[in-house]
């Protein structure tokens, strides 16, 4: 076969794979009906371990495996609270292969704490008081996938997300029996995983948050989810959980905790992780470092957790829709539903939150009237009004803080 005959081949592979590509992001009915081949992979971190993956349900879609990643796909987070199993997975590193919960102990340090202290889990549990707060962890990185030109990461999806009863001890009764200085400006946590190098100098991820976010109520060091030990792979025996704030923020397999009396400056805390431009950029744009600004607050966000895209109703009939929506404001006051590309929008009932940072359960309803192809959008507003936009928000090197609208697609039968 000739070069020319052969170039042009490959142009035309290239092209039907751009047009399948954006075929795929468009549609969500296609996504729907085209599944992914089962796989078999070895987990790093568990000898000898396969699929599905320890502690967790074998429907989770992992990104990764090395490190670790799996979402939770947009149908299965119906519940208040997400099961345990069902909860995503998101790892930088690798996680622990032994703890030893007798000896596990957390250290409280750094330049603005008056007295360094170092506390056993029993000590944790024994000196100070319980706490339960149903919470939504989201990764910053959720439903990146959706950027154009292709954002760097994980191409999440909307699974990067759930909702848990984390029980522990306030991070703020801690700090205050260490003590903490006038000049504290933030918090930083280190964690027993493993960077993916295997170079144990290095530390895969330590981020931290502003020291008001960690002297609030919710914020929490956890030992347990949803009545039981959380799974391993999130973070067991020990971790923060910090709402409104990206999961990242919420450090796993912890053992140090150092107040800083500066912004911390630890692994993903510099650089283009977990930030976003300070000033909006042209989409494919890469503004310098020093134009980044650290991530903070989540937005308003909500998706359709029933029915599952894809479903196919008569004419006329009713479709009860279902689903959650979260804030990093006090609560969520409206969520809505279209099924004509937002050019009208039905009201729906929406629960009351357990607790400030706990996802809402919506309710709606819609009919069709005629047959054919229809997308069902959701958005949620909240309590300072903000409002879940139709498209995607502004573009950033790494996908961040996606909170367009989810869809899900709907045939309608004569």
Not at 42 to 48: A, C, E, M, R, W
Not at 96 to 118: A, M, Y
Request: net charge positive; hydrophobic share 35%; aromatic share 10%.
């Amino acid at each position: 076969m000739s070069s020319k005959h052969t170039s042009t081949r490959r142009r035309f592979a290239k092209q039907l794979l751009l047009a399948f590509s954006a075929i795929m992001s468009g549609w969500p009915s296609l996504r729907f009906f085209i599944s992914s081949e089962e796989k078999t992979i070895h987990i790093p971190g568990f000898q000898g371990t396969k699929i599905p993956i320890p502690g967790k349900s074998d429907q989770l879609i992992i990104l990764n495996d090395r490190p670790l990643n799996a979402e939770t796909p947009a149908h299965l987070l119906g519940n208040r609270y997400t099961p345990n199993d069902l909860f995503f997975v998101r790892n930088n590193g690798i996680p622990p292969e032994k703890v030893d919960i007798k000896n596990w102990l957390l250290e409280i340090s750094g330049e603005s704490v008056k007295t360094p202290k170092t506390y056993s889990i029993n000590d944790l549990k024994n000196k100070f008081k319980h706490y339960t707060y149903h919470i939504t962890l989201e990764c910053g990185g959720n439903s990146r996938n959706e950027f154009y030109p292709p954002a760097n990461g994980l191409q999440w999806s909307t699974g990067a997300v759930g909702c848990a009863a984390w029980t522990g001890v306030r991070l703020k009764d801690v700090l205050e029996d260490a003590g903490i200085k006038a000049n504290a400006v933030y918090i930083g946590y280190y964690g027993r995983d493993t960077h993916i190098s295997g170079d144990k100098s290095l530390s895969p991820i330590s981020r931290g948050v502003p020291i008001q976010k960690a002297m609030e109520d919710e914020s929490l060091i956890a030992w347990a989810m949803n009545g039981e030990d959380m799974p391993l792979v999130n973070g067991h025996p020990l971790r923060l959980v910090f709402g409104g704030y990206p999961a990242s923020c919420s450090g796993k397999w912890l053992y140090k905790i150092a107040v800083r009396d500066k912004v911390h400056d630890g692994s993903k805390m510099d650089g283009y992780s977990y930030r976003i431009p300070c000033n909006p950029v042209s989409p494919g744009d890469t503004p310098k470092q020093e134009d980044m600004c650290i991530i903070e607050k989540m937005p308003v966000k909500s998706i359709i957790t029933s029915p599952k895209s894809g479903g196919i109703i008569k004419k006329n009939q009713t479709l009860t829709l279902k689903g959650q929506a979260w804030t990093s404001a006090e609560r969520i006051t409206t969520v809505e539903v279209s099924s004509d590309f937002g050019k009208s929008w039905k009201l729906c009932s929406v629960s009351e939150p357990t607790n400030r940072f706990a996802w809402q359960q919506w309710e709606g309803k819609l009919s069709f009237p005629s047959p054919g192809y229809y997308e069902v959008y959701v958005r949620a507003t909240d309590s300072v009004k903000d409002t879940q936009t139709m498209l995607l928000p502004g573009w950033n090197p790494y996908g961040y803080l996606n909170n367009a609208c989810h869809r899900i697609a709907i045939k309608v039968n004569a």
